[in-house]
């Protein structure tokens, strides 16, 4: 009978297991070699603080220090609809979640900040925040602003210095088909915009009658908006006669070094089975021109390299990885200059992280698996990927199978660090229902999973559906879609399935090595 009881307990407890995970995480409290905790599981990894964002889907996570705090902007996903916002009793549409995550463990949510649409654009998917006292002409002092799309319409500007009360600004660009992730550069002040153009051209489903480029502003003064250029691929100008035209683009980061100066790392094509192009470009040379670029030859003088990838891999992200020591290279003494500019210094090298994202709609094993890369950049005008970043599909002797359910399993977001612990060392990269997973980068040859974490699947999370053979089924799984660090090494993630943000810290070994350099806290 006692024998009985403890089975009875043993079945309970494994029931409880599988509800919680989903498919994909079977069995997991037997998976050798993986942790389980309060919140979820992983190896060298643990959750710190959590919250619900009012069971929206979200989409990307972007932290921000303002004076003494430390707040989190989480943007979202369209919906199933209007959600209840408590601080308010209003029933509202998506758009951005606003949390002081100060003290991780409690964060307290300031403000919901719904989209200026309804639908099928009620979502802002992402917020980019600038200082005012990092800007370039440091007008601002004190302030703090915000750029979001707003669904596929628009690109607006907010000021978020109290971010429990954002004062809208303009909007940047209004009247569009097509949005996605802007990348602001504080340094320089200039911004980078994917839009719908009508003499533009992009291959893509996304946009289908249209091109797909990507809208370089002066945004130095963010009250003074200058508009530059468009932007985008050899083939895809106003003028070009190239075919056939390259895939649509999908973010294009603007960052400044300084070394490099201002460059654009642009990533063409989105998911896996796409047409993947990766550029690299010289912002001085674009404003160079005076006027905004129509041509291929005008695209060419501008830019310093690009890499044509294989059509498994369309690519969703291009972060630069740049003046990295490489430890292994010590003795090296430094080599011929090549043909062309580049580095010549085996011992600090140039890099860029790269990733593809998992757009698989029938299960998360079927088709090619979307990874990260890394590409080497000692020669910028000749890229080369020379290692990737993966994730077993089967983890645990097996019993952690992400091919289990019909979830998206495989890369997607890259965390744009620009802070120690993690700048141009760890990397965070959300793997959908793979959760998060921590990259040692250190010597970029040889990337090392070295941390990852699926947090539980919460009661607001929104099943994920395929169907295979005409038939329809439905699992409830995790779905981690971006990640982003600190400058005190926590890591935030966001969950597309409504899920909520998670809030984590390395543990064990792999903490030991984040701060390495830096004293833990």
Known sequence: ?????????LLFFVTIIVWLFGSAALAVAQVEGIETHDGGVGVDMKLVGSNDLQGRPAYMPHVQKQGNRYILYASEHVGTGTYLNPLTGK???????????????????LKHLPSLYGPPNNERRQARICAGDDLPEKKYPGKYFMVGSEGQVSHTLWDVTDPANPIFISKLIDNLTYTHKESWDCTSGYIAMPQSSPSWKSSGAGCTGHGCDVAIFDLRDPYKPKYITDWGLVGQTPKSTVTPVPAMVHETVIYTDPVYGTRLYGAYGVGVSGDGWLQVADLTKILAL????????????AQIGVEKMSYEFGMHSLWPWLHIPMADFAQNVPAAAGPVPGNTNPRVQDFALASTEGTNKEGGCDGWRAMGFVVDLNYPSEPQVVANMDVPALQGKGQLDFCANDARFGAHGISEDLYLPFKNRFNAIAWFSGGVHVFDLRNPFHPKDVAWFIPNVNRNAQPSCATRNGVKS????????NAATDDRGYVYIVNRWGGGAHILELTGKAREQLFAITPAR
């Open 1 to 9: 009978m006692r024998m009985c009881s403890k089975k009875l307990v």
């Open 91 to 109: 029933m509202e549409y998506d758009g951005t979640s606003i949390i002081d995550v100060t003290d991780p463990s409690h964060p307290i949510y």
């Open 290 to 301: 005076g006027h905004p670029v129509t041509t291929d030859d005008e695209i060419r003088a």
């Open 474 to 481: 439905c699992h409830t799984v995790v779905g981690t879609n």
